[in-house]
C-alpha cells in the first residue's frame, strides 16, 4: 500500500518535514475544500496540538484541491501552519506543479491524528483507509489517535478490518450511536465518546457573540445543501421538500428578515450549497431579497488570537435557523440560535439524532428549542485530558527515504483548470458519442427500410393464409355442430344405459332377498319335518305303549289330540310356506325375463346349484 498515495510538498514544507522536530500528521474533514465544518475541525485539531502535546501539526490536503499558484500560502496563513503534505494518487511532472516537489526525504513521523467528522462511511471512508494505510507505509507511526467520528453501519465492517491491522490507539466518536455500533463489532481498541472536533472553536466564537434573548433581531437564518450526498439522486423531491419545509417557517414568521448561510465554497460541480441550491430551484425559490452570509469564508478567517474574526460572526443573529448541514446546525445552537437539521437519508437521519433534538419541524416552529450540549461539553473536557498525554514524543528524530516512484508521468492542472478539462473531454465524449449514435441510426434507417418491405411480403402471405384460415373455420364450424349432435346422442344412451344398470342392480338385490328368504324358510320347513317326524314315531310309541299296557285311554287320547293340533299347525304352516315360495318363485321367473338379467341369473342360479352340490 505504500506507493498507492504519492507525497508532494512545497520548499518551505519539506524543511519541516526535515527540521528534527516532533510532529503529528492532521488528516480528516479538511482535504483543501473550503467547506464550513470541516474548516473548523481542523482548525479546532491545530489548537488542541499547540496547546496539549507541543507537535508541530502538519496537514494533509489533495493535491486537486489547488485552483492557482497563491493557494499553498492561503491555505497555511488560513490554518496558521508552515508544513503542508498535498496527497495523490497520480504522478506528475514537477515542473508542471505551483512549487510542489515529491516528498523524497523526512523525519520519521510517529503521530497520526485522524480528526472528524462523518467520513468514514460509504461516500468516503474507503478513501480514508487507503490514505492513512498509505501513511503508515511511508512513516513508522507509534500513536494513531482518531477523533470526532460519525461512523457508518454499512461500512464498519470495513473498519474494523482497518482496525485490526493499523491498531488505533483510541477512538473516539461525535455520537452514541456510533460508538455503540462500534463496541458490538470490537473490543481491542479502546472505545470512548469525544462530541464534535468543533466544540472548542465554536466555544471560543460564541463566547464573543452577543446573540442575547432581548435583543435577537427578527431574522430567520436557511441553509440548504442539495449535494448528492445529502439528497442522494431524488433531487426534484429533495427540492420539494426543502421547499415545502422553508413554507411552512414564514408561514409561521411572514415578516422576519432572511439571511441564508453559505457554507461550502467549491466549484466542483458534485458540490451544491446554498447559492447553487438557490440557482437550482431558480424561480421557485420563495424569496427576491434576502442577506448572504458566508460562513465558509468567516471560517477561513477566524483565528483564535484575532477577536474581529470573532466579532464577524455578529452578524449571525436571529430566532431561528433551519439547515441540511450537521455543523450548521451545531454551530447556530452554540450561539444560542435554535436550529432544526433537515434529514432527507440514513447519514443526516443520524446526524440529527446525534445532534438530541427529537422534534418534528412542526413542533420545532411552534416551540423553538435550543440543544443543551453542557454534558456533551463536559466529556468533551475529559477526552481532551486523556488524549493530550496518548501521543508519542521522541528527542530524536530518524530519516525515512521515500524515494522517487516510478509510476508513469502526467500534467498537473489546477482544479479550475482540471473541471474546464472535463467538460471539454465530456463534450468531446459526447460528440463521439454522437457521431457514433448517427452511424447506427443510418444503419437502423437502412435496416428499418429492409424490414418494412419483409413485413409487406409476410402481409400477402398473411392476407393468403386468412383466407386459408376462414375456410378451415367453416369446416371446423360444420364438424362441431355434427359433433355436438352425436354428443347429445351419447349422453342420451349414456342416460339410459345408467337408468336400466340402476334396475338389474336393484333386481339383483331383491334375488338376492328373495333366495335368502327362500333358504331362510326352506331350514323351518326341514326344522318342522323333522319335528313332526318325530311326533309321528312318539305317537306310535305311545299308543303301542297303550295298546299294550291297557294305560288310561282318556290320557292317551287327550295326548293324541294335542299332539294331532300340533301336527295340524305345523301342516298349516307348510301349506303356507309352500304358498310363499310359490309366489316369490313366480315374482322371481318375472324378473328374470329379460335377456340380459336372465343370462345373469341363470350364471348366478347355476353357480348356486354348483355350490350347493
Request: aromatic share 14%; charged share 25%; proline share 2%.
Amino acid at each position: 500500500m505504500r506507493h498507492e498515495i504519492l507525497l508532494f510538498s512545497d520548499e518551505e514544507s519539506n524543511r519541516i518535514l526535515n527540521n528534527g522536530n516532533s510532529k503529528v500528521l492532521l488528516l480528516g474533514g479538511y482535504l483543501g475544500y473550503s467547506n464550513f465544518g470541516d474548516i473548523l475541525q481542523l482548525k479546532g485539531a491545530i489548537k488542541f496540538h499547540k496547546e496539549k502535546t507541543g507537535l508541530e501539526p502538519i496537514i494533509i490536503c489533495e493535491l486537486e484541491c489547488i485552483y492557482d499558484e497563491s493557494y499553498v500560502e492561503k491555505i497555511k496563513r488560513w490554518f496558521g501552519v508552515n508544513g503542508i503534505v498535498f496527497i495523490s494518487k497520480n504522478n506528475y511532472e514537477e515542473a508542471s506543479l505551483p512549487g510542489l516537489t515529491e516528498v523524497i526525504e523526512s523525519d520519521n513521523i510517529n503521530n497520526l491524528h485522524l480528526y472528524g467528522g462523518g467520513i468514514l462511511n460509504q461516500n468516503w471512508g474507503q478513501l480514508y483507509l487507503d490514505i492513512v494505510s498509505g501513511l503508515f507505509g511511508y512513516f513508522d507511526i507509534k500513536s494513531y489517535v482518531i477523533s470526532g467520528q460519525q461512523l457508518d453501519n454499512k461500512f464498519i465492517d470495513k473498519l474494523v478490518d482497518h482496525f485490526h491491522i493499523y491498531q488505533p490507539t483510541i477512538v473516539g466518536t461525535r455520537d452514541q450511536n456510533s460508538l455503540e455500533l462500534l463496541k458490538s463489532k470490537i473490543n481491542s481498541v479502546d472505545l470512548q465518546y469525544s462530541f464534535d472536533d468543533t466544540t472548542e472553536v465554536f466555544l471560543d466564537i460564541a463566547s464573543y457573540h452577543n446573540n442575547s434573548s432581548d435583543e435577537k433581531p427578527n431574522t430567520i437564518f436557511l441553509h440548504m445543501n442539495t449535494s448528492s450526498y445529502t439528497v442522494g439522486s431524488e433531487f426534484k423531491a429533495a427540492k420539494q421538500t426543502l421547499l415545502d419545509n422553508i413554507g411552512r417557517v414564514i408561514e409561521k414568521y411572514p415578516t422576519h428578515t432572511i439571511k441564508v448561510l453559505h457554507a461550502y465554497e467549491d466549484q466542483r460541480f458534485s458540490v451544491k450549497d446554498t447559492l447553487e441550491s438557490i440557482a437550482e430551484m431558480e424561480d421557485d425559490f420563495p424569496f427576491h431579497e434576502y442577506v448572504v452570509v458566508d460562513i465558509a469564508k468567516l471560517a477561513l478567517e477566524y483565528n483564535e488570537n484575532s477577536n474581529p474574526s470573532k466579532q464577524a460572526f455578529n452578524t449571525i443573529r436571529g430566532v431561528l435557523g433551519l439547515s441540511s448541514s450537521y455543523h450548521t446546525t451545531l454551530f447556530l445552537n452554540f450561539l444560542r440560535i435554535p436550529c432544526y437539521l433537515v434529514s432527507l437519508n440514513p447519514y443526516y437521519v443520524q446526524k440529527k439524532a446525534g445532534l438530541g433534538n427529537p422534534l418534528s419541524l412542526d413542533e420545532f416552529i411552534i416551540q423553538p428549542t435550543i440543544t443543551d450540549y453542557s454534558k456533551a461539553i463536559e466529556e468533551r473536557k475529559a477526552w481532551i485530558n486523556k488524549i493530550s498525554v496518548l501521543f508519542y514524543k521522541s528527542e530524536t528524530q530518524d530519516k525515512v527515504m521515500i524515494g522517487r516512484n516510478n509510476k508513469s508521468k502526467t500534467t498537473f492542472s489546477y482544479k479550475d483548470d482540471y473541471i474546464n478539462k472535463e467538460i471539454l473531454l465530456n463534450n468531446r465524449w459526447q460528440k463521439e458519442q454522437t457521431d457514433l449514435w448517427w452511424v447506427s441510426a443510418e444503419k437502423n434507417k437502412h435496416d428499418l427500410e429492409w424490414q418494412k418491405q419483409q413485413t409487406h411480403y409476410w402481409w400477402e402471405i398473411a392476407q393468403k393464409s386468412l383466407a386459408d384460415f376462414q375456410w378451415q373455420k367453416e369446416q371446423t364450424d360444420h364438424w362441431w355442430q355434427i359433433a355436438q349432435k352425436s354428443l347429445v346422442d351419447l349422453q342420451w344412451q349414456k342416460e339410459q344405459t345408467d337408468h336400466w344398470w340402476q334396475i338389474a342392480q336393484k333386481s339383483l338385490a331383491d334375488l338376492q332377498w328373495q333366495q335368502e328368504q327362500t333358504d331362510y324358510w326352506w331350514n323351518i320347513a326341514e326344522e318342522h319335518k323333522k319335528d313332526i317326524a318325530w311326533q309321528r314315531e312318539q305317537t306310535d310309541h305311545w299308543w303301542t305303549i297303550a295298546q299294550s299296557n291297557s294305560m288310561d285311554r282318556d290320557w292317551q287320547k287327550e295326548q293324541t289330540d294335542y299332539w294331532w293340533s300340533k301336527y295340524q299347525e305345523a301342516a298349516r304352516d307348510l301349506e303356507w310356506q309352500t304358498e310363499q315360495t310359490s309366489i316369490w318363485w313366480k315374482k322371481y321367473q318375472e324378473s328374470i325375463n329379460t335377456p340380459l338379467l336372465k343370462k345373469v341369473f341363470e350364471k348366478i342360479w347355476t353357480k348356486r346349484k354348483e355350490n350347493k352340490k
